[in-house]
């Protein structure tokens, strides 16, 4: 009996690791078969988008300023709605995502949105063999880094891709969201990073009732694997700040309690739910 569990500790073992290797294609599937569920979810509000609603917030609104002429690179940009709205503010803007679906739709909606907006289709370690100038600005914002296992190499590609005195802008959920059940009745997983979690769901953020169902891969990082990443990468830390509130409604058991502005409703206040990092590049070229 003891032999028997042995063996099947070491086939689950196997198991878990090939699904980490194959971290990139479950993670792409999983991307592609959510895109076209998004497309049409009240979530993202295509519609209204192509009418002239920008897909920002105020929290990296804020940050930005003013990006007139500015050249910005947009890592993990899904299907392209901030990309396209940073180029309606007058940014020179580039997106980037790893789910060839997802960078399809993205050209389409830009063409009609009418502006002049690049995306590639690359895995955020992968796009210095696809990309080759800097930028001004490098964004990414909710729900990115929880898709990648090594954030110095994150930090590395961000550093890459900056202008000497360039600035980098990030908006991501707080990592204690990233604790709880789907309830937030318990804390479930660890703060810190402890490997690959490999999960399957049901529905997705943007409509939970979608008939729909995807694995997926992710990592959890706390606030100083991210800092200490930017900083040994060159980065020096302008602003870190932390909100009592998500901008979306992408949680369960949520309230809002002013527009556009949610928080788990029997939490109330007394959990970050977003932060927020800039970061400017060292005049040092790389």
Sequence with gaps: MIKIFGYLEKQLFSIIMSKEN?????????????????????FYDLDGFLKGNTSLNSIELDLLGDIKGKSVLHLQCHFG??????????????????????IESAKQIAKDANTNTKFIC????????HLHQQFDIVYTSYGTIG???????????????LKPGGKFVFVEF????????????????????????????????ADKTADITQEYVTWNHGLSEVINSLIQNGLEINSLDEYD??????????????????????LGDKIPMVYSVVATKNQVSN
Excluded at 179 to 202: C, H, L, P, Q, W
Excluded at 248 to 258: A, D, G, H, P, V
Aim: charge should be negative; charged fraction near 30%.
């Design 22 to 42: 194959d971290y990139l294609e479950i993670n792409r599937q999983s991307w592609n078969n959510r895109t076209d569920t998004h497309l049409t979810s009240d």
């Design 81 to 102: 709605q901030d990309t396209i709205s940073l180029a309606r503010l007058g940014a020179d803007a580039t997106g980037i995502d790893l789910s060839d679906k997802a």
């Design 122 to 129: 690359s895995d955020v370690y992968d796009l210095p063999n």
């Design 147 to 161: 898709w990648l296992p090594d954030l110095d190499r994150w930090a590395k590609v961000i550093a890459r891709f």
């Design 174 to 205: 707080h990592p204690v969201v990233w604790m709880f059940d789907n309830d937030f009745e318990k804390v479930f997983y660890r703060y810190f990073n402890s490997g690959a979690i490999i999960e399957t769901e049901s529905g997705t953020y």
């Design 245 to 266: 509130y998500s901008p979306y409604n992408c949680f369960n058991k949520t309230i809002e309690f002013e527009p556009k502005k949610f928080r788990i409703e029997h």
